[in-house]
């Protein structure tokens, strides 16, 4: 199995507050993505990292923020939580980052509840 | 832009039924696809890729053919067991960015 730990893998939250995701890999893996996952949208990709402090928006990234410091952390960070951003997070790396065909490999999930 | 449609679910079977879960993608350039399975209360997985027109991923049973005449990539087995029960996700890949599909929630019932 690939090396991903995110945490913390459940939070309930309120309304207004910040609230950090982590993403860590020890497969020193090039690209890192977080994707939303909610009933009847799938996967919705957040943001995602291309090397230390190279990001880019995906398709639902208002909201969010992110940083990558280190080759193996990926923060995702609500600045000011809303209960639309209930939803469940999922990290994912890829060596390639799809060249080559490179799959990704997926966290076992963050589990985001805002009140 | 790039995106990936798949059957909705839930699709329910009994065991040792035959099974196929459709899968159509838009792309702008050659991608390559995957199916994806999530078992409950975990992270999505790979089950089977295809990487070229006419290509056949396979694994565990599960095939799917890459065919690029009709932008499909259809799940298929020829007898599920409960143990398949799961969601199962359609995808596509060009350059650095996946495409997910809306998943399609498989129960395999003894």
Redesign the interface.
């Known amino acids: 199995d690939a090396g991903i730990t995110q945490s913390p893998r459940h939070k309930v939250t309120e309304t207004g507050t910040p609230v950090t995701l982590r993403c860590h890999q020890t497969e020193n893996h090039r690209y890192m993505y977080w994707y939303r996952q909610d009933p009847g949208h799938g996967l919705r990709l957040i943001h995602y990292s291309y090397g230390v402090k190279d990001t880019d928006k995906g398709e639902v990234s208002d909201g969010y923020s992110v940083s990558r410091s280190k080759t193996e952390d990926f923060l995702l960070t609500l600045e000011s939580a809303t209960s639309s951003q209930t939803s469940v997070y999922f990290c994912a790396i890829s060596g390639t980052g799809g060249l080559n065909t490179g799959e990704l490999f997926f966290g076992e999930g963050s589990r985001l509840t805002v009140l | 832009g790039d995106s990936v449609t798949q059957m909705e679910g839930p699709v329910t079977l009994s065991e040792e039924a035959f099974l196929t879960i459709n899968c159509t993608y838009t792309a702008t350039g050659y991608p390559?696809l995957?199916w994806?399975v999530q078992y409950p209360?975990?992270?999505?997985?790979?089950l089977l890729?295809a990487?070229k027109a006419d290509d056949k991923g396979s694994n565990k049973g599960f095939e799917a053919t890459y065919r690029k005449e009709t932008t499909s990539f259809h799940l298929e087995k020829g007898s599920v067991q409960v143990s398949d029960s799961a969601v199962y996700?359609c995808?596509s890949?060009?350059?650095?960015?996946?495409y997910?599909?809306?998943?399609t929630s498989l129960t395999v019932i003894p």
């Open positions: 390559s995957f994806y209360g975990e992270g999505l997985q790979l890729k990487t996700f995808a890949n060009t350059g650095n960015q996946f997910f599909g809306t998943g």
